[in-house]
């Protein structure tokens, strides 16, 4: 389940101090910054953190 992201709504979830439920690949990360110019997203898992990587938006989701 879950819905694609869109970059509004990474970017208002990447400045949200609260925590949204987004996953990737079916692991809850947590969205570090949008780039400006891309489609694509720094994230890391949350029982990672030390682990950042890039990701297209497309491919995080986020769950209700």
């Not at 819905?3 to 970017?11: I, K, T």
């Not at 990737?24 to 990587?53: C, M, S």
């Amino acid at each position: 389940g879950g819905f694609a992201m869109e970059r509004l709504r990474a970017e208002e979830i990447a400045s949200s101090p609260k925590m949204a439920h987004v996953t990737y690949n079916g692991k809850r990360i947590y969205i570090q910054n949008v780039h400006e110019d891309k489609d694509i997203a720094t994230v890391y898992p949350l029982d990672d953190p030390e682990n950042e990587f890039d990701v297209p938006l497309s491919q995080l989701k986020e769950h209700s």
